[in-house]
């Protein structure tokens, strides 16, 4: 049995707008609190959105109607009049409070732009948490504390009990102070691994919860729980435990059919022991004992291991809270290209793709006789595995067979990322012995990109497969080496194209809780540079800065307002902190990271001076807590900061600029800053453009930046009407550029532009092969390549721009994006000398069109003038028109 958390699944559905065909509106995807169908729901006044889906050109929403029906509180019932409004996305329901461990039902209605009605939708669930009842179970572990740095065995937890007749409900409520993988009467409860997740555990930690009413028997029954050291109590970096001994506490919540509810919680009567996990880290990987397995440890016998009492710990001294974000989970699975014997007895497997989860081993093996699995991204020049990048961390696994015919096993406790797998032990290994399971936190995907360039195409999918392998519970900055934490400068720059590829708002409002807990106080204080802190430096420019650009970013890609509410009190403390310690507006701070790994220098030794980053960085971060009091409603808030921004743009400007709008510096990451962060003033922006047009000149048009600079190159440029050559910078296929490590085989991005050349691997201190970071520039993909990009003054697609800007040698480009509303696409093609763009925009939003053209009148659709249409204006090389949802074939001549 595999109960999973209902939320939301990647398969969403398509919208196909078509012209001139009258229907009645339906429904598309229905969520609450931006998932479907939650189980732990976090407040007691949830908000609903749906997607409206006609096949009418320019299908809204005129008004709509909810109704809501308890399913287990009799008269818990709820309907809303007839409400007129076009909001179709996070609706709160008038004059409704959810009750605690409450599941509802809940539809819509809507009447279109002609005052049609919808049906009815169909019934989409919900179900909230406890909602500040109490937990009602004790902490147990085995009293054995982790010195930092062990790879203890697992635990094993168990409790038997007896139930009259079968319940018609049964909820687990679960956390721990590690990582759990529960079990109930013989089968693992869940799919989901890793639970509860990674908080800030000095803050808060999260717990999980449930169904399993069908997995529970009249008569005699057992659960059971296995206690991994997880986050918790492995040693993280760079040295840290968050503490020694791991813990774990939940209950079963269990009502009959008379309406009886009975506990059976984590107390003092449970027993505990150890099993076939004789090893268990993040770091360590993890070893196995097929012999020691017991089929019946978690069934009403228990079997035949020694079962000792338990050691109830203090109860948490941290707030619980409901897990948000999707869980991590098994996603794919890949199957070997090819496999050979590298020496006597070694053989090595390559799945052909850069990866991060673990291994399916499949073996046939004689009792006792041990496996060993070694995990790699590269290769030596000498075919071997290339492990010296992975520092300290062990990251092998270690399986003894029991002898029993064909045995296949998989760890539970820790991940690899790897390309290879090294595997000996057994002498003649089965072609299908290795099958790599691709874990990371169940987002959707909802962007796709495409173009006529494959190496293009190649760079994102590298982003891709970065992000699949780093968005593992929450963003980290690679999977393999002795790091794995929350680096919170590689998460900002990559934040919009994140928000492109996979649905993340989850995911990202739950990770700024740990942002929120990093926060320290005082003149050296700010955001910590890794969240959950384990270590580093807060507030350091560009990494401290995440703490606003990532709500931010997020809001503008699902128009989720709490997460911006959730973060500005924090935000505008980290902009008001910054101004006390440097009232002159320069933010004269420790130097800290700088312009990360610019291509020929020392790691943190970047042409670009820290002073200048750290203020371009407090400007920036200043004007979007203004945009975000502007969003909430605080006004005066707004204007203190907005004059607070010009006045550190005077600072900036006196302090680094000269009057030929060349910086002091004159490096590329400089210019970046100042005209992406709008420091410039207008008069001086040309000159400046033209210094740093200068800039990549003297580079032979190669970039020469690092973390901070190389998320602004094609964004800049293309503001600055340098589009031509942000094309010729992505193309370059020498180093430094993003295409030399695509044309040297890579699958994920590299975390230096020389990670690897023919001269050898870089520097195995800091050299990981899947590092996300430099993969934003997929962001200017979707939204200049093929132009779809969100609109800050309707966050969440309610109103967004279709601006596609062909070049660089390509003949087509195709973006599409599920966005909150429904499916938007951008497509275009040059043929014949013509340029062909086709559209789709979701109902209930309208989408501003911008097209290259010489006039509006060389532009029809479907045959007809583009006048037919609406109003459109020609200005600039571009014919403008905003139109409603549907789908809309242009042609250009």
């Known amino acids: 049995m595999k109960t999973q958390l209902l939320m939301l699944s990647a398969s969403l559905f398509s919208l196909t707008a078509m012209a001139g065909d009258d229907s009645t509106p339906s429904f598309g995807l229905l969520r609450c609190e931006g998932l479907v ?106 009293g054995k504390a982790v010195a930092n740095g062990d790879a203890p065995p697992a635990r094993y937890f168990r409790k038997s009990f007896e139930l009259a007749s079968k319940p018609i409900r049964a909820k687990l409520y679960l956390s721990a102070f590690g990582i759990v993988q529960p079990w109930l009467n013989g089968q693992r409860v869940t799919a989901d691994h890793f639970l509860p997740g990674w908080p800030d555990y000095t803050k808060r930690n999260f717990y999980v919860a449930y169904d399993v009413a069908g997995s529970l028997n009249s008569g005699k029954n057992a659960l059971g729980l296995v206690l991994g050291d997880g986050w918790y109590s492995g040693r993280m970096w760079p040295k840290n435990q968050f503490g020694p001994t791991p813990k774990v506490s939940g209950w079963l919540e269990i009502t009959d059919a008379a309406g009886k509810t009975t506990l059976v919680p984590t107390d003092a009567s449970w027993t505990t022991a150890e099993g076939p996990i004789l090893a268990n880290g993040i770091y360590f990987g993890e070893t196995y004992d097929a012999r020691k397995e017991n089929a019946e440890w978690s069934q009403p016998s228990g079997g035949d291991w020694t079962w000792n009492p338990v050691k109830v710990e203090a109860s948490a001294s941290v707030p619980l809270v409901a897990r948000y974000s999707q869980p991590v989970r098994a996603i794919e699975e890949l199957k070997p290209i090819s496999r050979r014997e590298i020496s006597p007895g070694l053989f090595l497997y390559d799945l052909g793709q850069n990866m991060v989860g673990w291994v399916r081993l499949k073996v046939k093996a004689s009792a006792g006789q041990e496996i060993h699995l070694r995990f790699a991204e590269m290769l030596n020049a000498d075919g071997t595995a290339y492990v010296g990048n992975l520092r300290k961390a062990k990251a092998t696994a270690l399986y003894t067979a ?99 590829n996979m649905a993340s708002g989850a995911f990202y409002r739950q990770w700024s809780a740990a942002l929120r807990d990093s926060f320290k106080e005082g003149k050296n204080g700010g955001y910590g540079d890794v969240a959950p802190v384990t270590g580093g430096k807060p507030g350091s420019a560009g990494w401290g800065d995440a703490g606003v650009i990532v709500p931010w970013v997020t809001y503008l890609h699902t128009g989720d307002r709490r997460i911006l509410e959730d973060n500005f009190e924090t935000a505008q403390r980290w902009i008001e902190q910054q101004e006390t310690f440097n009232p002159d507006g320069i933010r004269r701070s420790k130097p800290s990271y700088g312009d990360w790994l610019a291509p020929g220098y020392p790691a943190d030794q970047a042409p670009t001076p820290y002073v200048l980053i750290a203020t371009a960085y407090f400007a920036h971060s200043t004007q979007l807590v203004a945009q975000m009091a502007t969003a909430l409603g605080k006004p005066e808030i707004a204007a203190k900061n907005l004059a607070l921004f010009e006045k550190i743009k005077m600072a900036f400007q006196k302090e680094f600029i000269t009057a030929d709008g060349k910086i002091t510096s004159d490096a590329q990451t400089a210019y970046l800053l100042a005209l992406g962060f709008d420091l410039v003033s207008k008069e001086l922006r040309p000159q400046m453009a033209q210094h740093l047009a200068a800039a990549f000149a003297a580079k032979d048009e190669h970039l020469a930046t690092g973390f901070i600079g190389t998320p602004l190159i094609t964004p800049v440029l293309t503001e600055l009407g340098l589009s031509d050559l942000a094309y010729r910078v992505v193309l370059k296929e020498t180093y430094p550029g993003w295409l030399f490590s695509v044309k040297n085989g890579a699958t994920t991005i590299w975390e230096r532009w020389d990670s690897w050349t023919p001269e050898g691997f870089s520097k195995d201190g800091m050299n990981s092969f899947n590092h996300y970071a430099y993969g934003s520039v997929c962001g200017w993909f979707y939204d200049t390549i093929a132009g779809l990009k969100p609109d800050a003054g309707a966050a969440g697609w309610k109103h967004f721009e279709i601006a596609p800007t062909p070049g660089g040698g390509l003949t087509s480009a195709k973006a599409s994006l599920e966005t909150p509303y429904g499916l938007a696409i951008s497509d275009w093609k040059l043929s014949g000398g013509e340029f062909y763009l086709s559209v789709t925009i979701p109902a209930n939003t309208q989408a501003t069109i911008r097209i290259p053209a010489a006039s509006v009148e060389s532009i029809t659709c479907e045959g007809k003038p583009l006048s037919s249409l609406g109003k459109a204006t020609f200005a600039a090389g571009r014919v403008t028109i905003t139109l409603g949802g549907g789908t809309y074939p242009f042609e250009v001549k």
Not at 425 to 444: C, F, M, Q, R, Y
């Open 37 to 142: 169908n939650p189980n732990l729901v976090e407040t007691s006044a949830p908000r609903f959105s749906w997607q409206l889906k006609s096949t009418q050109r320019g299908a809204s929403q005129k008004a709509y109607q909810l109704r809501i029906n308890g399913l287990n509180i009799a008269g818990d019932n709820h309907e809303t009049a007839r409400i007129e409004s076009d909001q179709s996305q996070w609706v709160e329901l008038p004059n409704f409070s959810a009750k605690p461990k409450t599941r509802y039902s809940w539809q819509v209605r809507i009447w279109d732009q002609d005052n049609h009605p919808s049906e009815w939708s169909a019934p989409s669930t919900f179900e909230t948490s406890l909602l500040g009842e109490p937990w009602r179970a004790d902490w147990l572990s085995d």
């Open 402 to 500: 029991k002898g029993q015919g064909t045995e296949i096993w998989e760890p539970s406790f820790t991940f690899f990322g790897f390309r290879y797998v090294e595997i000996s032990g057994v002498e003649n290994p089965l072609e299908d012995a290795i099958t790599g399971v691709v874990v990371h936190s169940d987002l959707p995907r909802i962007g796709h990109f495409e173009c006529s360039n494959p190496l293009l195409n190649q760079l994102y999918s590298n982003t891709l497969w970065g992000q699949k392998g780093n968005f593992l519970e929450l963003p980290t900055d690679c999977p393999q080496r002795d790091e794995r934490v929350g680096w919170t400068g590689d998460a900002q720059v990559f934040c919009h194209t994140a928000n492109f």
